[in-house]
């Protein structure tokens, strides 16, 4: 069964299907750039795909053929960003975008083609896996725009890029092609435009036929990890020893004696 839901009028769509969910920033005409009531959304559609559309991994995507996103809607910014209390409101809903997308108790995977810029590019960067077209462009333009990037979002450039390409695309502002982040590591394939839905739902569906809680002691270790962060690990163990116990794990061992395929339940 399919499940379907708007957000943000519209411009934040969600639906999920056999475990798949679908998170599109559908703005197209504007390049699917991302205004505050859509920033603000994301969370909520995050959720409601986690929860209710009872997604095992989130396909992150931007609506129409040509474009991921262009990151922040500009036109916005006289007045949602427009001096530092504005701005401090505004890049909390920055945040909050994501921190959802980083901490989602499942896996996202981000699809991108076209242009990938600003806080797009976060949104990316903040996904567990990224996939792009060979025609995908990524650029963070803070510093021709005068403002400082959020610094949760460059944490995600730093672990996601490296270092010194996260330290060029940041001083520099300049657009950096699929090829060059595919051989720094932050994409795990480039494909033509055409082949990229099918290269993100196929991998998608891979995700979504294993362990959930497996997957989820996975994500949580990796992230404690990343951060050097010790009650997150510890959490990821508590997680990963209850998976000994599970219908899951019988279900696993069943499985591979009777030489056939599992079937999952998340518990």
Known sequence: ???????????????????????????????NAINA???????????????????????????????????????????????TATAKVYESENSAAFTAIRNSRVP???????????????????????IAAEDAAFAVPAS?????????????????????????????????????????????EVTASAALDAAALSLAEIIAANAPLSIQASKLALRAVATNDDDLLREAEIIGATTFDSADYAEGRAAFAEKRRPVFNGR
Not at 38 to 61: D, F, K, Q
Not at 108 to 130: H, P, S
Request: proline fraction near 3%.
């Open 1 to 31: 069964m399919k499940h379907t839901s708007e957000f943000a009028a519209g411009k934040i769509l969600a639906s999920s299907q056999n475990g798949v969910g679908i998170l599109t920033i559908d703005n197209p005409e504007r390049k």
């Open 144 to 188: 021709r725009l005068g403002l400082a990037y959020p610094a949760d979002a460059v944490q995600d450039f730093f672990h996601a890029l490296g270092p010194q390409i996260s330290r060029k695309m940041l001083f520099t502002g300049l657009a950096v092609g699929a090829t060059e982040l595919s051989t720094a590591g932050f994409l795990i």
């Open 37 to 83: 009531a859509m920033w603000r959304a994301i969370p909520e559609a995050m959720h409601w795909l986690a929860t209710w559309g009872e997604a095992r991994v989130i396909v992150l995507t931007g609506g129409g053929t040509r474009d991921f996103s262009a990151g922040a809607d500009i036109s916005e910014f006289p007045t949602v960003r427009k001096d």
């Open 108 to 130: 996202v995977i981000a699809a991108i083609r076209g242009i990938c810029y600003g806080g797009g590019f976060g949104l990316a960067a903040a996904a567990d896996l990224r």
